[in-house]
């Protein structure tokens, strides 16, 4: 009998940021590569992640041998407590990846029944008919990995996320080594990061960032506040053994900076000396000039810590005049008018705000590769077939033409999005083939609804809790009220008891604005959402429904 055979179906992550997802199949066999959520857009009201919609694994649940993953951001690991609910498989990581993952399943509730495997860098393992080797590649967190996959076809590589960094901060370069093998020996496909396609030349190395910061540190009068991914240990790292130099101790703001501080010095995977942290408690009182703050929310996420920080809403510190504020991560596109909206109240408070530039000397480098780097990986695999992977369409298609141009792929280049397999034959040739179910499902407040169109979403929450709709009068130069808010509802209560809700309703969305600082009240979108979170918590703790709540502000 001849050979079935290897089909590779994306399930997230072609076409679009986030929800990276990729299923390889061998006959009965299935192991899913990496498991990951995108946050959502301003559009989607009310949902908290969104993650890829797994039919096609469920319709073949059996099969599903395993997943494994590639690194520990969100957009990698973050549905993978929603998706062990459907298919509790086991799950392959390395150390720090599967740290997380481990604090993720606990607070879901799902850690006892979860089968963990932790695999070092350099590490082979089996799954049915796959052998996986995980080859050590740099990026912009730690204990990140491609995969290196030996099917009974031939061999498949999945990059992972990747850059080739030569200095890195833990000196475990980029394992080039390892392409260079499987190159020579002959690759079936490879599955490559298209993140960074349109930058020419090289992405700079994690320790280009030292010097700006060292020199921002050295200049700043008073305390220093540094904001950047939590997961970016190496960045961590860097801000710490820079604060100890110039005479500073550290401390660390917002919870999953806190969080992933612990967990990557529990590992041994994060250097922070004794005697060097300052408590969380002890801030206010610590003298400015020898304090450096680590903090979350450099993508100005609604009520994050720099939020908070640029509002003075923060129960543990307050920023001054003179103070230095340092944000050491990418601007997100689509995140642009918030964290322009949060500079704009750091700089209103007088204070030294700093944030990606082109200077020579950055105080932010990516984790993804740039085009030079790009064509070094396809040199050395010199791949049959190439498909390149994480990415909006644009992305995914200069990333095809530049290997296209280089002329190293020997057989097909494919254009995918998520849902769109290719089924590898046994003689070697590829082939796109018809659909699979893929898509998102958006999850809200821990509970999975599937959705194709935000529409039907509002439909379905218009139609079993209704709709909940604060009308807010603010004078939009003091920011004060011009009459008490009218709460507006349809379909959310029955008629003998909802006047006294709605009384103490009003009375809740009084309060949020009361509690409210001056700049808060004047930053719309800031208003809308400590609203709808106040209001949402009171209607759900008093009747046990989650109505659509649309907070309307009304300047006059």
Same mark, same amino acid.
């Given at each position: 009998?001849?050979?079935?055979?290897?089909?590779?179906?994306?399930?997230?992550?072609?076409?679009?940021?986030?929800?990276?997802?990729?299923?390889?199949?061998?006959?009965?066999?299935?192991?899913?590569?990496?498991?990951?959520?995108?946050?959502?857009?301003?559009?989607?009201?009310?949902?908290?992640?969104?993650?890829?919609?797994?039919?096609?694994?469920?319709?073949?649940?059996?099969?599903?041998?395993?997943?494994?993953?590639?690194?520990?951001?969100?957009?990698?690991?973050?549905?993978?407590?929603?998706?062990?609910?459907?298919?509790?498989?086991?799950?392959?990581?390395?150390?720090?990846?599967?740290?997380?993952?481990?604090?993720?399943?606990?607070?879901?509730?799902?850690?006892?029944?979860?089968?963990?495997?932790?695999?070092?860098?350099?590490?082979?393992?089996?799954?049915?008919?796959?052998?996986?080797?995980?080859?050590?590649?740099?990026?912009?967190?730690?204990?990140?990995?491609?995969?290196?996959?030996?099917?009974?076809?031939?061999?498949?590589?999945?990059?992972?996320?990747?850059?080739?960094?030569?200095?890195?901060?833990?000196?475990?370069?980029?394992?080039?080594?390892?392409?260079?093998?499987?190159?020579?020996?002959?690759?079936?496909?490879?599955?490559?990061?298209?993140?960074?396609?349109?930058?020419?030349?090289?992405?700079?190395?994690?320790?280009?960032?030292?010097?700006?910061?060292?020199?921002?540190?050295?200049?700043?009068?008073?305390?220093?506040?540094?904001?950047?991914?939590?997961?970016?240990?190496?960045?961590?790292?860097?801000?710490?053994?820079?604060?100890?130099?110039?005479?500073?101790?550290?401390?660390?703001?917002?919870?999953?900076?806190?969080?992933?501080?612990?967990?990557?010095?529990?590992?041994?995977?994060?250097?922070?000396?004794?005697?060097?942290?300052?408590?969380?408690?002890?801030? =206010?009182?610590?003298?400015?000039?020898?304090? #450096? /703050?680590?903090? @979350? &929310? %450099?993508?100005? $996420?609604?009520?994050?810590?720099?939020?908070?920080?640029?509002?003075?809403?923060?129960?543990?510190?307050?920023?001054?005049?003179?103070?230095?504020?340092?944000?050491?991560?990418?601007?997100?596109?689509?995140?642009?008018?918030?964290?322009?909206?949060?500079?704009?109240?750091?700089?209103?408070?007088?204070?030294?705000?700093?944030?990606?530039?082109?200077?020579?000397?950055?105080?932010?480098?990516?984790?993804?590769?740039?085009?030079?780097?790009?064509?070094?990986?396809?040199?050395?695999?010199?791949?049959?077939?190439?498909?390149?992977?994480?990415?909006?369409?644009?992305?995914?298609?200069?990333?095809?033409?530049?290997?296209?141009?280089?002329?190293?792929?020997?057989?097909?280049?494919?254009?995918?999005?998520?849902?769109?397999?290719?089924?590898?034959?046994?003689?070697?040739?590829?082939?796109? =083939?018809?659909?699979?179910?893929?898509?998102? #499902? /958006?999850?809200? @407040? &821990? %509970?999975?609804? $599937?959705?194709?169109?935000?529409?039907?979403?509002?439909?379905?929450?218009?139609?079993?809790?209704?709709?909940?709709?604060?009308?807010?009068?603010?004078?939009?130069?003091?920011?004060?009220?011009?009459?008490?808010?009218?709460?507006?509802?349809?379909?959310?209560?029955?008629?003998?008891?909802?006047?006294?809700?709605?009384?103490?309703?009003?009375?809740?969305?009084?309060?949020?604005?009361?509690?409210?600082?001056?700049?808060?009240?004047?930053?719309?979108?800031?208003?809308?959402?400590?609203?709808?979170?106040?209001?949402?918590?009171?209607?759900?703790?008093?009747?046990?429904?989650?109505?659509?709540?649309?907070?309307?502000?009304?300047?006059?």
């Amino acid at each position: 009998m001849s050979k079935p055979s290897l089909w590779a179906i994306p399930l997230g992550g072609l076409g679009e940021f986030g929800m990276n997802m990729m299923a390889l199949r061998y006959a009965e066999d299935i192991l899913v590569l990496d498991a990951g959520l995108m946050f959502p857009d301003s559009e989607l009201l009310g949902v908290d992640v969104v993650i890829p919609d797994t039919t096609y694994l469920k319709q073949n649940k059996r099969a599903v041998r395993a997943i494994v993953l590639t690194h520990a951001h969100e957009d990698h690991i973050g549905a993978i407590p929603y998706i062990l609910r459907d298919l509790n498989v086991p799950v392959y990581g390395t150390k720090f990846t599967l740290a997380l993952v481990r604090k993720k399943l606990t607070e879901h509730g799902l850690l006892d029944g979860a089968t963990l495997h932790e695999i070092p860098s350099g590490g082979t393992f089996e799954v049915g008919p796959f052998k996986v080797e995980f080859i050590h590649v740099t990026h912009s967190t730690i204990d990140c990995v491609a995969l290196a996959i030996r099917t009974p076809l031939g061999v498949i590589i999945h990059t992972g996320d990747w850059k080739m960094d030569h200095t890195p901060v833990d000196s475990k370069p980029f394992d080039l080594h390892a392409f260079a093998r499987y190159g020579r020996e002959g690759v079936l496909a490879l599955f490559s990061d298209s993140t960074n396609v349109e930058r020419p030349g090289y992405t700079p190395s994690e320790r280009e960032v030292r010097v700006r910061i060292e020199e921002l540190f050295r200049a700043a009068p008073e305390k220093i506040v540094v904001s950047c991914f939590a997961s970016s240990i190496h960045r961590i790292q860097q801000v710490i053994d820079i604060a100890l130099e110039t005479g500073r101790k550290v401390g660390f703001i917002g919870r999953s900076m806190v969080d992933n501080v612990e967990i990557a010095h529990g590992l041994g995977q994060l250097r922070v000396p004794d005697g060097s942290v300052v408590r969380p408690q002890d801030v =206010r009182t610590f003298d400015p000039k020898k304090l #450096v /703050l680590l903090a @979350s &929310g %450099s993508q100005a $996420e609604p009520m994050s810590a720099l939020s908070r920080i640029a509002v003075g809403n923060h129960r543990l510190l307050e920023i001054a005049e003179n103070d230095t504020v340092i944000l050491s991560s990418r601007i997100i596109p689509g995140n642009e008018k918030a964290i322009f909206r949060m500079i704009d109240h750091l700089f209103r408070r007088q204070v030294l705000v700093y944030y990606e530039s082109e200077r020579t000397a950055p105080i932010h480098v990516s984790g993804h590769a740039s085009q030079e780097e790009m064509k070094i990986l396809l040199q050395l695999v010199r791949p049959k077939h190439f498909i390149p992977v994480h990415g909006e369409y644009r992305h995914l298609f200069r990333h095809a033409a530049l290997a296209q141009r280089l002329g190293v792929v020997s057989g097909e280049i494919f254009l995918l999005e998520s849902g769109q397999p290719v089924e590898f034959k046994p003689d070697g040739t590829a082939h796109r =083939r018809d659909p699979v179910t893929a898509g998102r #499902v /958006l999850v809200d @407040s &821990g %509970s999975l609804e $599937e959705i194709e169109e935000v529409v039907i979403r509002d439909r379905q929450n218009l139609s079993e809790d209704g709709v909940v709709v604060p009308i807010i009068a603010i004078d939009k130069h003091t920011g004060k009220l011009e009459s008490p808010p009218e709460i507006v509802t349809r379909g959310f209560l029955p008629s003998d008891d909802g006047n006294d809700i709605i009384v103490k309703a009003r009375e809740v969305v009084m309060k949020t604005i009361e509690g409210s600082n001056a700049e808060e009240k004047t930053d719309w979108t800031v208003m809308k959402e400590k609203i709808r979170v106040d209001l949402k918590r009171y209607l759900n703790r008093q009747t046990a429904k989650r109505p659509l709540i649309l907070p309307v502000i009304l300047e006059i």
